[in-house]
């Protein structure tokens, strides 16, 4: 190089060092590494055991749970406490470094996975997993927001009560990234998504401010319901450290049946009658299809519970804190109802609770049968309930339209309105083909949602994968109150940066 060149670079390299210390650019952006002092200032406010600079030990925190995002950072910091998560964001609020809060790391949209950059922090909440209080005449509990979800249920249950949020990765998520991506899972219909459990969150605030509203009133009508912002925020607004939880009485009563249906517009036709029958008693109410059957028997060597093969299927469950809800008579004549009226074909109803445990096992291992069947595209999407039988349709009929022998799975919790659809490569194909055809296939399916007025994203959220379908699906005013909010709360930009928007 020419010394002209030389200097070029350097003055090239200093222009954005000085725009990046006026915070002026996104962190992200800037192409340097962090001074020694700041890396060692943060190793000191966690202390010695609570932090990872090994990049060899970093693997678990640095790619999402499918493999599809990977990313770099040069510290992962374990805070204990509230405090410490206070000093650290403050020291990277000053210094213009990213950070990315981090709870079990199951999501499936890269919303916990650092950049490539290699300049943001991780902060994994992980040690901050204690149980502060349990109040079961108030029916709430109080607890760090890295208690894994499984644990958070086990609690509840030991003080005869019952917390309702439910999905797969229940042993390893935390609550905290439950609260943060706004959660469903299977009792949705009944209870509602994560934010819906919730009564009150500390925040740090990307300033490093705490914002404590440890509160566990379920009226508490002065001013903005401020906790809502960070609920399904995905870190982009603040970390939540703690909250308080809704808890519920235990069931003492269940019925659980899986059944035939005549066609899939039948299935909103059961929930309606089981609704008008049962009240609040529908727990559950969880569409398969036939593929899905058909290949957890292949895969997963399971039986088939019925002699016969039908196309539609739901599973159904009835609870009650009452031990004399007799739930069981009850769907009882609900099925012999629907038989009557050709609603439904067939039904297995389990006797005992292994019996409902061996059906429950149909549905909750689906997710990982599919995921190792080859290469897929998949969708996470609500569409209003009574519309559910029509994007099945519609949509089933735009994947085989795009890709003739590729193979279709439709699941999901039909109960509330969230399907997922899988499109999985023809047997023998050619992989790198159907994935080319991926953008295509998925502007198809995500415009048959927006006209069915549904939602792209469900329960997954939008991390990384689906910042496109926001700026496209979102309108102009929703996208603008949601940037002016980042900005007047992250004005640096810090906050888990390049997510969502």
Not at 194 to 209: F, I, Q
Not at 407 to 417: L, R
Not at 457 to 471: C, D, I, W
């Amino acid at each position: 190089h020419t010394s002209n060149e030389i200097w070029t670079f350097i003055l090239y390299r200093y222009t954005r060092f000085k725009l990046s210390a006026r915070r002026k650019i996104p962190t992200e952006m800037i192409n340097s590494s962090h001074p020694v002092e700041i890396i060692d200032r943060l190793k000191a406010i966690v202390g010695d055991r609570n932090y990872i600079d090994d990049t060899s030990h970093m693997d678990s925190y640095l790619n999402d749970a499918r493999g599809l995002f990977h990313g770099l950072s040069p510290l992962i910091l374990k805070p204990l406490n509230s405090e410490m998560v206070s000093a650290i964001v403050t020291l990277c609020n000053e210094a213009c470094i990213g950070i990315v809060p981090q709870g079990g790391n199951t999501g499936l949209v890269g919303g916990s996975v650092p950049s490539k950059s290699g300049l943001e922090v991780v902060i994994s909440m992980e040690r901050m997993n204690k149980i502060i209080d349990i109040d079961p005449i108030n029916y709430t509990m109080t607890l760090e927001a890295g208690c894994i979800l499984s644990e958070v249920q086990n609690a509840a249950r030991d003080v005869g009560r019952m917390f309702p949020l439910s999905l797969a990765a229940e042993g390893s998520c935390q609550i905290g990234g439950n609260l943060s991506t706004n959660a469903g899972g299977m009792a949705v219909l009944r209870y509602g998504n994560a934010k819906e459990l919730v009564l009150g969150l500390e925040v740090v605030l990307p300033d490093g401010s705490i914002m404590s509203g440890l509160r566990s009133l379920r009226k508490d009508n002065t001013g903005y319901d401020l906790k809502q912002l960070f609920l399904g925020a995905e870190g982009t607004l603040g970390i939540i450290t703690k909250a308080v939880l809704k808890l519920f009485p235990l069931h003492n009563d269940k019925a659980t049946s899986l059944v035939a249906m005549t066609d899939l517009s039948s299935t909103t036709k059961l929930l309606a009658k089981l609704r008008e029958f049962s009240g609040d008693n529908i727990t559950a109410f969880e569409y398969m299809d036939r593929a899905c059957i058909d290949t957890l028997i292949e895969k997963k060597d399971m039986e088939d519970v019925f002699r016969k093969k039908y196309q539609h299927y739901v599973l159904v469950e009835l609870s009650s804190s009452r031990h004399d809800a007799n739930l069981q008579s009850l769907l009882e004549s609900v099925l012999e109802a629907a038989f009557v009226d050709d609603i439904a074909i067939d039904a297995v109803i389990a006797s005992s609770e292994t019996q409902a445990a061996q059906l429950w096992r149909l549905r909750e291992t689906l997710n990982e049968v599919l995921r190792n069947l080859g290469a897929f595209i998949t969708f996470d999407v609500s569409i209003p309930v009574s519309l559910v039988p029509e994007f099945i349709t519609k949509a089933t009929r735009s994947c085989n339209e795009a890709c003739e022998l590729a193979k279709v799975f439709a699941f999901g919790h039909i109960g509330d309105g969230n399907i997922h659809f899988y499109l999985f490569e023809p047997k023998d194909g050619d992989t790198d083909n159907f994935l080319a055809k991926k953008s295509e296939i998925t502007t198809n399916i995500n415009d048959i949602t927006a006209k069915l007025h549904g939602s792209f994203s469900a329960e997954h959220g939008v991390g990384l994968a689906k910042k496109q379908e926001l700026k496209k699906y979102k309108s102009h005013i929703e996208l603008k109150l949601m940037r002016e909010i980042k900005q007047t709360i992250d004005p640096n930009n810090i906050m888990n940066p390049g997510k969502v928007l």
